[in-house]
């Protein structure tokens, strides 16, 4: 049977067939986005001009240019639009959420007792701690 004769998967199809979910479509192409993102370059460009000539210096030192401070913050921007990204990719499946197993979620003690082997130096499992005691006890004989 040949790679032509095998049946085709629709979730495979789907998948392949489905646009690719770009950043760029989330964070500037809605209007909202647009506005938000030129609001917030207006504020800050008041924020500077304010520093500069000191006259909209008093309104900046308020409660509600705090706010407006934390509403125009570009971080602020990127991850309330990233939200719909982040759906967006979930979605098309290039995202998989598992549930974590339950070692994972409980790892077994180490060799020293300790609860996270990574950090015992006893335990083979801590990589690069594990060996630096090997090679100080080897340099102390």
Not at 60 to 68: D, N, V
Not at 116 to 126: E, F, K, M, N, T
Request: charged share 20%.
């Amino acid at each position: 049977m040949s790679a032509v004769d095998e049946p085709e998967d629709p979730q495979i199809d789907a998948a392949f067939s489905a646009p690719c979910v770009r950043l760029r479509d989330y964070l500037w192409r809605p209007r909202i986005a647009k506005i938000w993102w030129t609001g917030s370059l207006v504020w800050w460009a008041g924020f500077a001009l304010a520093q500069q000539t000191g006259w909209l210096l008093e309104f900046y030192e308020t409660a509600t240019a705090g706010y407006l401070n934390v509403l125009f913050y570009p971080m602020t921007i990127v991850a309330v639009l990233g939200v719909s990204f982040a759906r967006a990719k979930l979605d098309r499946s290039d995202w998989v959420m598992t549930a974590p197993t339950h070692e994972q979620m409980f790892p077994p003690r180490s060799v020293g007792g300790m609860h996270d082997p990574a950090s015992d130096p006893l335990d083979p499992r801590s990589g690069v701690l594990h060996w630096r005691l090997l090679r100080h006890h080897r340099h102390r004989k």
